[in-house]
């Protein structure tokens, strides 16, 4: 079957009709609220080894949802007081390329600190290599939604992913040496959903928000149209026509950030590639184009324009690093 590829004027002309999950609200109250319950228990370690003059860099960790230990790395500019920070989440399955030399760095030398967070379960760098299922079985690719098939959609990895983000601010706010009314989140793949939805509930911290090729978004027309690894455990996960599989499917609404789109008050760039298989245009559009806030879209026509994804992290960075700036 042809794989149905939008144009631009199909992407650009994109809007959702949107009715919210009956819920929605009161669901998400109902999970930060035992969120909030969980101690946060930071802590940081200072690396010696990658620790200089101008910067010092400390590996963390802190708790979150399901009781899960989050871990990532903190760098802090030195000789600076309270200084912007920017949160960094990945895709699924999927690093950021060279994420010290292309983020890290940058940041820190504009003053602005970089939070960089594992996604849950991402931990092993094994889980990146994406491994292709054998004939026995053996090297079956990761499915971190389906292997929690029965589990109360409250305890989900969607729903867990989001509530790490908001532990991400949360952890922020509590060090001295960071503006927590000047962070900046940028998201790519998966992670602009956590990125979506911690600028949608910590407007107060959140002040710029940069998107990478943002998906699953807009479900309805993402899973029909992405051709990665996420839609296709997903398309797995909710096929059938049972009540489990309707009421799932009524569900995973919950966790879809157009529903919070117009709730986004800081300025976003979003950047998205019309070629792009795994993290389809349109779907993304769709968001783009119901956020009512100050905003703008990076578009590559072709894949081979930034195969490395060198200049969409550059011009992403300095669209936080200048918004940040002005914020603080």
Same mark, same amino acid.
């Given at each position: 079957?042809?794989?149905?590829?939008?144009?631009?004027?199909?992407?650009?002309?994109?809007?959702?009709?949107?009715?919210?999950?009956?819920?929605?609200?009161?669901?998400?109250?109902?999970?930060?609220?035992?969120?909030?319950?969980?101690?946060?228990?930071?802590?940081?370690?200072?690396?010696?080894?990658?620790?200089?003059?101008?910067?010092?860099?400390?590996?963390?960790?802190?708790?979150?949802?399901?009781?899960?230990?989050?871990?990532?790395?903190?760098?802090?500019?030195?000789?600076?007081?309270?200084?912007?920070?920017?949160?960094?989440?990945?895709?699924?399955?999927?690093?950021?390329?060279?994420?010290?030399?292309?983020?890290?760095?940058?940041?820190?030398?504009?003053?602005?600190?970089?939070?960089?967070?594992?996604?849950?379960?991402?931990?092993?760098?094994?889980?990146?290599?994406?491994?292709?299922?054998?004939?026995?079985?053996?090297?079956?690719?990761?499915?971190?939604? &389906?292997?929690?098939?029965?589990? @109360?959609?409250?305890?989900? +990895? =969607?729903?867990?992913?989001? *509530?790490?983000?908001?532990?991400? !601010?949360?952890?922020?706010?509590?060090?001295?040496?960071?503006?927590?009314?000047?962070?900046?989140?940028?998201?790519?793949?998966?992670?602009?959903?956590?990125?979506?939805?911690?600028?949608?509930?910590?407007?107060?911290?959140?002040?710029?928000?940069?998107?990478?090729?943002?998906?699953?978004?807009?479900?309805?027309?993402?899973?029909?149209?992405?051709?990665?690894?996420?839609?296709?455990?997903?398309?797995?996960?909710?096929?059938?026509?049972?009540?489990?599989?309707?009421?799932?499917?009524?569900?995973?609404?919950?966790?879809?950030?157009?529903?919070?789109?117009?709730?986004?008050?800081?300025?976003?760039?979003?950047?998205?590639? &019309?070629?792009?298989?795994?993290? @389809?245009?349109?779907?993304? +559009? =769709?968001?783009?184009?119901? *956020?009512?806030?100050?905003?703008? !879209?990076?578009?590559?026509?072709?894949?081979?324009?930034?195969?490395?994804?060198?200049?969409?992290?550059?011009?992403?960075?300095?669209?936080?690093?200048?918004?940040?700036?002005?914020?603080?």
């Amino acid at each position: 079957m042809a794989i149905r590829r939008p144009g631009f004027d199909e992407c650009y002309q994109a809007l959702p009709e949107l009715t919210r999950p009956a819920q929605f609200q009161s669901f998400w109250n109902s999970v930060i609220l035992s969120l909030k319950k969980v101690p946060l228990e930071p802590q940081l370690k200072l690396r010696l080894k990658r620790t200089f003059a101008r910067e010092s860099l400390h590996d963390v960790q802190f708790r979150s949802h399901n009781d899960t230990v989050l871990s990532g790395y903190l760098n802090i500019p030195r000789k600076l007081k309270r200084v912007p920070a920017v949160i960094t989440f990945h895709d699924y399955l999927s690093d950021f390329e060279r994420v010290n030399e292309s983020i890290t760095e940058p940041l820190s030398q504009a003053g602005i600190a970089h939070l960089y967070l594992k996604m849950r379960g991402h931990e092993n760098p094994a889980v990146f290599a994406r491994p292709t299922r054998s004939k026995d079985g053996a090297g079956a690719p990761t499915t971190f939604f &389906l292997d929690q098939q029965g589990q @109360p959609f409250e305890r989900s +990895f =969607g729903v867990a992913i989001i *509530l790490d983000a908001l532990r991400g !601010v949360d952890f922020l706010r509590l060090n001295r040496n960071i503006n927590h009314t000047a962070i900046g989140l940028m998201g790519r793949g998966l992670g602009c959903v956590p990125a979506l939805f911690a600028a949608a509930f910590k407007p107060e911290s959140v002040r710029a928000l940069g998107l990478e090729r943002p998906g699953p978004v807009w479900h309805e027309e993402w899973l029909q149209l992405s051709q990665s690894p996420l839609a296709r455990e997903w398309n797995e996960w909710m096929k059938g026509r049972s009540a489990q599989k309707k009421e799932l499917r009524e569900k995973m609404r919950q966790i879809d950030p157009v529903y919070l789109s117009q709730e986004i008050s800081c300025p976003v760039l979003m950047s998205t590639g &019309l070629e792009d298989a795994e993290h @389809p245009a349109l779907p993304g +559009f =769709g968001l783009f184009n119901l *956020l009512r806030t100050e905003k703008a !879209v990076q578009i590559f026509t072709d894949e081979a324009q930034d195969p490395d994804h060198k200049k969409e992290h550059q011009q992403q960075v300095e669209f936080l690093i200048e918004t940040l700036r002005a914020k603080d």
